[in-house]
């Protein structure tokens, strides 16, 4: 299985994901940009609402 597939299943099914996680995950995007020295983009980022 590749990452694309992966984040692929993942995104389809992402109520069931964060449900599994529990209830202090919240998701905010996927390929989300980054910038720094260089952009970045992270494949899917999720927040921890109690950190």
Avoid: P
Wanted: aromatic content about 12%.
């Amino acid at each position: 299985m590749t990452e694309k597939i992966l984040k692929q299943l993942i995104l389809e099914d992402l109520d069931n994901i964060l449900n599994e996680l529990g209830e202090d995950f919240c998701y905010r995007n996927n390929e989300y940009k980054k910038i720094g020295d260089r952009y970045n983009y992270i494949d899917l980022l999720l927040y921890d609402i109690i950190l």
